[in-house]
Nanobody, 123 residues
Framework: QVQLVESGGGLVQAGDSLRLSCAASGRADSTFYMAWFRQAPGKEREFVSV????????DYADSVKGRFTASRDNAKNTMYLQMNSLKPEDTAVYFC????????????????WGRGTQVTVSS
């Protein structure tokens, strides 16, 4: 089993910063690919970022490139998402996902998901 727990969400103003964390436990370890997705009310789940096992390869959605930075601390089995210059359109529930074999922007291929953390950005 794999458990993923997100934290760090909250209510902020436009232009502020937040750092999300995703703690992995169980079978999840540094060999897993890990990703961030988000889902706004009434919208489909949207890709945000994905990291390779060593964080050397990192991919971002165009909408967050230059503002968000994903990283992972394999010693702590934790992934982070530093979000700067937040905009109201970043408002969503943010989910982390993990998979032992897949590096992808497609949420359907990920086997393991956290329950999400709410990020609300006011204008």
């Amino acid at each position: 089993q794999v458990q993923l727990v997100e934290s760090g969400g909250g209510l902020v103003q436009a232009g502020d910063s937040l750092r999300l964390s995703c703690a992995a436990s169980g079978r999840a370890d540094s060999t897993f690919y890990m990703a961030w997705f988000r889902q706004a009310p009434g919208k489909e789940r949207e890709f945000v970022s994905v990291l390779t096992r060593s964080s050397i390869g990192t991919d971002y959605a165009d909408s967050v490139k230059g503002r968000f930075t994903a990283s992972r601390d394999n010693a702590k089995n934790t992934m982070y998402l530093q979000m700067n210059s937040l905009k109201p359109e970043d408002t969503a529930v943010y989910f982390c996902a993990a998979d032992p074999t897949t590096y992808s922007r497609n949420p359907n291929v990920y086997d393991y998901w956290g329950r999400g953390t709410q990020v609300t950005v006011s204008s």
